[in-house]
């Protein structure tokens, strides 16, 4: 059967995102489902979940082919699908694929996650995100950073997903200001711009020569201290530990040697956060290269086109 | 006026610690008022509860100097008192402390906390901890460490607090085993024993030659993938960031140049505490040296010793 559209999935914890694609791989159109979202899925009523999401799709188009990434491959997910071991690139993630048939006979293909099996002191795992970095190209021998709750650092090499490392960077952060002592902050308001200064100031202490940016457990007592000494002002706080976060991020990714000065790493995210890595990227003397829109949807398509020689579970 | 006896406080936020002492420093009686907590008490109404705690002993001994220190001297306390700043010792805290006179006649003297004025990126204080030091003893040059929700690490030269650096450590472990997503814990049952294995890891890791173990943002996600990869049971958790954070901690504070291999280290904690420190300790080739069951009290007289010739407010 020829198939004029298919649908690409990015279905995690918190909501379902499917993209409907023509073969020639244009968008014709989006849908994002909260409800979707695997935590409010009951009762593992997944195909339920996602017919809610693009039912209307498949109504207009008959069965399409589905390929799905993100945490709905994962043990709470749908169809667990094995970590694939890096070095890895499009062709061995395709061969970690698994695929179902839906009940109105389309084909769903399930990604695989990615493991470093290297890395100390325990291999480590992303899913969802090297379908990301797939899209963003492999072309090139460099580091990419691709920010969040749990920020990745990798490697690519001769074409693959050579080593990655995982940083609790947007974990610790949302930790320290909504439940810590030293720096709780006040929310910022809805489409507040950050306070640069305090930002600045953060970033270029975690990037400077003293001894003590190495220490984090002190550093960021120092959202507290700076607030007592008069030198931070409480509406600073949040955005000063952001930059203190980040730049010992940068920090001790270049320590761990993910990057070098002079460097151009790549950076897959949204654009505050963006934003955020390019303004601490020079203080490490490195450049950043943002990266395609949809990183996630190329990424699918570049795995995809690996896929045809996958057997049905 | 001869007094025969004196009350030292321990006076802090959760809770009011007082001790009854002989001229000769003899512990007569003790109490404990968590509603004197400074938290618990309202409208400033410090007076009515320090009677309710010690009110008994003025009854049986009519009016006796009574000594404070902790946060009751913060700005959040009964008498703000500024912070005296490192080098100092006894002499210096005590031209620093501020006496007032209760209703009953009897002098009531609040001790200064210290800074930091050289610490980066901005002063740091304690406020409590200095007289413990001071208990602790002051003869010789050596490193204390002071566990807790923010330990401090001090440096002692010549007679005085030198220099210290404060470590958010318990903040830190807290917040990942209470509130995050990659270490959330359940309480350990009251009376359980610390999972040693466990702890250990944590500890041998950051205490290893591995430069993740430079990577505390990357370390921390480690209580996640040791469970994925099956290394770390879900019973592990909290034993094993108590290692990795407290090992940390040691890491840091070598890195800050507060300990030096073959070293001893004086330490001031509970015995709880103790026991991991005195566990982590050696991975980093030092020794650690408990002091006194109570040091704050020791302090107290210590400092109160040199307050002759203060004035009163």
């Known amino acids: ?7 690409i999935l990015d279905w995690g914890t918190s909501s379902l995102r499917a993209t409907l694609l023509s073969t020639d791989g244009l968008v014709l159109d989006r849908c994002e489902s909260p409800s979707g979202g695997i935590q409010f899925v009951e009762g593992g009523a997944f195909e339920a979940a996602l017919m809610a999401a693009i039912g209307p799709w498949f109504a207009e188009h008959g069965p399409f082919p589905v390929t799905a990434c993100g945490m709905i491959t994962s043990r709470s997910g749908w169809v667990e699908v094995p970590y694939v ?16 048939t839906l009940q109105n006979g389309a084909t769903m293909t399930f990604l695989p996650g990615l493991r470093d099996p290297a890395a100390k002191p325990f291999p480590d795992v992303m899913r969802g995100e090297e379908t990301q970095i797939v899209g963003y190209g492999l072309a090139e021998d460099h580091t990419l950073v691709l920010p969040g709750t749990h920020s990745k650092w990798a490697r690519i090499e001769n074409g693959r997903i050579a080593a990655f490392q995982t940083y609790a960077t947007g974990e610790i952060f949302a930790l320290l200001t909504r439940h810590s002592f030293i720096a709780r902050a006040a929310e910022p308001a809805p489409g507040s711009k950050p306070l640069w200064s305090a930002f600045d100031r953060g970033a270029e202490f975690a990037a400077s020569d003293e001894p ?34 980040i730049g010992s991020e940068f920090r001790q990714a270049r320590a761990a040697g993910w990057l070098h000065p002079g460097e151009a790493i790549g950076i897959i995210g949204n654009t505050a956060l963006t934003l955020r890595y390019g303004r601490v990227a020079p203080l490490f003397d490195v450049k950043i290269k943002p990266g395609p829109d949809d990183a996630a949807t190329l990424g699918v398509q570049r795995i995809t086109g690996k896929l045809q020689s996958t057997e049905q579970e």
Do not use: C, H, N, W
């Open 1 to 7: 059967m020829t198939q004029t559209v298919s649908a």
């Open 85 to 100: 071991d890096a070095p890895a690139g499009p062709a061995e993630l395709a061969a970690g694929a698994k695929r179902i």
């Open 212 to 245: 003590a940016a190495d220490a984090l457990l002190a550093a960021v007592f120092s959202a507290r201290s700076g607030v007592l000494a008069g030198a931070l002002q409480p509406e600073d706080v949040a955005d000063y530990v952001s930059g203190l976060i």
